[in-house]
């Protein structure tokens, strides 16, 4: 099968989206199919061609002159390595497969991740949409998306082809640690975890919070952690290229989110061992295996989300209990389950498009 991959860019910044678009496009190539990516560029460059995938440099940022360039460089693309599918990963590159598709014969797969974004009803227009969760799938048919053409395909990291967690140590935290891996956007609920952790630092003085990522959002999140009282526990540590590191040290993990479509760092959370304190939003609730694996707790309320701390600080029997819980069940938070489920979404699609030429 010759498959294209349309996203914005492949940089190495934390970017889920690029980072599930990656593993897909490098485990499909090592199953043996001709793997394209094309993108903005960025470090993945080396991995994806470690792993026998193509990357062809294709800009698709929104200026109308670039655009032009951007349709007239996709054309000459599609002609030359004749896909049978073309997956794209986010809106730009959905547009361009849609309103360029001519006469060509290849199968369109898109996937929603951000479905609470307005131009995520584009991701549509193709003829097979993969939702990140039931969440998802949910949303995008209140949107109108008809049901014949939405697949749910849960996401999963572990295996990644990313993963280089055994070339570095942990990091040393100062513990209990508490921590959140996130960009620093409002919706990841981060002043709600900074307010509830000043609650919580009162009665737990030894306790210390790790904030793991970078946002446009920061300079007030760190406006908000210097006027505490607890200020000196607040730790920013931006951006990581090895995240498990500071999972593997973590002993409570929170994704405060108040919109998630998934929670791609859960998975790894799950799989470093972390007690998880989460919110039961969108798609949240489906990574933790309903509340199996992880304490759910109500989106953009930080004294629910202290509650919820405090007891797993004051009972070490109880911290490990959820620490366990979280361990369970990790088999279908596998990127080769995701692969596979993809792979059967596509052979479908082009089975169907075969028989209606008949």
């Known amino acids: 099968m010759h498959i294209l991959h349309l996203l914005n860019h492949i940089q190495e ?26 993108s903005g560029g960025g470090e993945y460059d080396r991995l994806l061609t470690r792993y026998g995938v193509k990357h062809v440099l294709l800009d698709q940022r929104r200026q109308p002159l ?20 073309i997956h794209a990963h986010m809106m730009t590159g959905m547009v361009l497969a849609w309103a360029f598709r001519g006469k060509s014969r290849y199968g369109l797969v898109s ?35 008809p049901q014949a053409k939405l697949r749910v ?24 640690a508490i921590a959140t891996l996130a960009g620093m956007y409002h ?30 959002d920061r300079p007030q999140f760190e406006t908000q952690a210097s006027a505490t009282a607890v200020a000196d526990r607040i730790h920013f540590e931006g951006y ?27 998975s790894e959370a799950r799989e470093a061992g972390c007690a998880i304190v989460a919110s039961n939003v969108d798609g949240i609730p489906e990574a ?15 004294t629910a989300l202290a509650d919820a701390i405090a007891p797993l600080l004051r009972d070490l029997e109880l911290l490990q209990a959820w620490k366990g819980r979280s361990h369970q069940n990790l088999a279908w938070l596998k990127v080769a389950r995701v692969h596979t489920e993809t792979l059967a979404v596509y052979e479908a699609l082009l089975s169907e498009r075969e028989g209606k030429k008949v």
């Not at 993963?163 to 513990?175: A, I, N």
């Not at 210390?208 to 446009?216: A, D, E, K, M, Q």
């Open 240 to 266: 990581q290229a090895e995240p498990q590191r500071y999972l593997h040290a973590t002993d409570i993990f929170v994704l405060a989110s108040r919109q998630e479509p998934f929670g791609l760092v859960l």
């Open 288 to 302: 933790l295996d309903g509340g199996k694996a992880g304490l759910l707790v109500p989106p953009s309320d930080p």
């Open 111 to 145: 996937t929603v991740h951000n479905e609470f974004q307005r131009s995520a009803i584009l991701m549509g227009l193709a003829d097979r949409v993969l939702a990140v969760s039931q969440s998802v799938a949910n949303s995008m048919a209140q949107k109108g998306i």
């Open 153 to 176: 395909v849960r996401n999963g990291t572990l295996g990644s082809p990313r993963d280089r967690l055994s070339e570095l140590p942990p990091v040393t935290l100062q513990r209990p």
């Open 13 to 38: 910044i934390g970017n889920g989206i690029a980072n599930v678009a990656v593993d897909l496009a490098c485990l499909q190539a090592e199953a043996g199919h001709t793997v394209v990516v094309a």
């Open 66 to 85: 670039n655009l032009l360039r951007a349709a007239r460089q996709y054309q000459a693309l599609v002609q030359t390595i004749q896909p049978d599918i």
């Open 187 to 216: 919706r990841k609920g981060i002043a709600d975890l900074i307010t509830a952790f000043e609650r919580v630092a009162a009665e737990f003085p030894d306790t210390h919070l790790y904030l793991i990522g970078n946002g446009p």
